[in-house]
Nanobody
Framework: QVQLVESGGGLVQAGGSLNLSCAASGRTFSTYVMGWFRQFPGKEREFVGAITWNSGSTYFANSVKGRSTISRDNAKTTVYLQIHSLKPEDTAVYYC??????????????????WGQGTQVTVAS
């Protein structure tokens, strides 16, 4: 069983930056592909970005590409998401997720096995 706990959400001004953390339990965290998703009210969860087990590769949705960073610290079993130049349309609940099958980055939520509880991010204009 893997538990994921996000932190760092809240109210942010447009143009500012978002810094989220996701702390994971589990002895094999270092083998997981870790993803970040977000969900707008009334919408399905959408892919934001992900990072492979060794930080060798990251991939981002077009909506955040060029203004986002994902990193991980396997020793601390934590993954991080930064989004800069925030816009009001970035307002959503942000989730981290773990794909416990080592391999490539997947974009679909169904490919991820464990989820955090989500953290609300509100970008004020």
């Amino acid at each position: 069983q893997v538990q994921l706990v996000e932190s760092g959400g809240g109210l942010v001004q447009a143009g500012g930056s978002l810094n989220l953390s996701c702390a994971a339990s589990g002895r094999t965290f270092s083998t997981y592909v870790m993803g970040w998703f977000r969900q707008f009210p009334g919408k399905e969860r959408e892919f934001v970005g992900a990072i492979t087990w060794n930080s060798g590769s990251t991939y981002f949705a077009n909506s955040v590409k060029g203004r986002s960073t994902i990193s991980r610290d396997n020793a601390k079993t934590t993954v991080y998401l930064q989004i800069h130049s925030l816009k009001p349309e970035d307002t959503a609940v942000y989730y981290c997720a773990a794909n416990t099958r080592p391999g490539i980055i997947h974009l679909r939520p169904v490919e991820y096995d464990y989820w955090g509880q989500g953290t609300q991010v509100t970008v004020a204009s």
